[in-house]
T-cell receptor, first 114, second 115 residues
Framework: GDSVTQMEGPVTLSEEAFLTINCTYT??????LFWYVQYPGEGLQLLLK?????DKGSNKGFEATYRKETTSFHLEKGSVQVSDSAVYFC?????????????FGGGTRLMVKP | EPEVTQTPSHQVTQMGQEVILRCVPI?????FYWYRQILGQKVEFLVS????????KSEIFDDQFSVERPDGSNFTLKIRSTKLEDSAMYFC?????????????FGPGTRLTVL
């Protein structure tokens, strides 16, 4: 079945550092890929998405490129802020799946220190 | 901006009791979902719902679970006889369309504690 693997955290960075959170996937169909973010005490918010190979999703300075050849969707940001501290989830939705379920990775906690 | 709402934010119940978790999806959305996240574990899909029917359900969604859209706005998850292992954060989500490309919008979650 479909699965998503992302790097374990926590990831601790200083403000203005470069961020990479790795995400790889396996899917039998043609997935769309998503990054969701969960701030403390809140629900999941969509950060960005990409629906086909070579698409780049971007939002709030974060970006990720759908790489079919490496089955990856790594999240990057050039300069993190303290306010980016949260848990980040990579997820996929298989377009061949009528139920539209999301399959999530385990989440990566990011802590940004001033 | 429209948002998904969930009530209650925290529910404490005794093992064996029935609980109903409530969600109000975004008003023009047609697809509805429940997920759960046991503390420290992955977010797991439970069920998707469209046109008053279950579209898909996971292995977790056994006979103790049921979903319902009792009126034009609410979407509920019922757990008939709660077990200790049902303690988790339950998230409701909705999307306008299906097809695997549309964004699912999540509510803030209901934390269920089974004692």
């Amino acid at each position: 079945g479909d699965s998503v693997t992302q790097m374990e955290g926590p990831v601790t960075l200083s403000e203005e550092a470069f961020l990479t959170i790795n995400c790889t996937y396996t899917a039998t169909g043609y997935p769309s890929l998503f990054w969701y973010v969960q701030y403390p005490g809140e629900g999941l918010q969509l950060l960005l998405k990409a629906t086909k190979a070579d698409d780049k999703g971007s939002n709030k300075g974060f970006e990720a490129t759908y790489r079919k050849e490496t089955t990856s969707f790594h999240l990057e940001k050039g300069s993190v802020q303290v306010s980016d501290s949260a848990v980040y989830f990579c997820a996929l939705s298989d377009k061949a799946n009528a139920g539209n379920m999301l399959t999530f990775g385990g989440g990566t906690r990011l802590m940004v220190k001033p | 901006e429209p948002e998904v709402t969930q009530t209650p934010s925290h529910q404490v119940t005794q093992m064996g009791q029935e609980v109903i978790l409530r969600c109000v999806p975004i008003s023009n959305h047609l697809y509805f979902y429940w997920y759960r996240q046991i503390l420290g574990q992955k977010v797991e899909f439970l069920v998707s719902f469209y046109n008053n029917e279950i579209s898909e359900k996971s292995e977790i969604f056994d006979d103790q679970f049921s979903v319902e859209r009792p009126d034009g706005s609410n979407f509920t998850l019922k757990i008939r006889s709660t077990k200790l292992e049902d303690s988790a954060m339950y998230f409701c989500a909705s999307s306008r369309t299906s097809g695997g490309v549309d964004t699912q919008y999540f509510g803030p979650g209901t934390r269920l504690t089974v004692l």
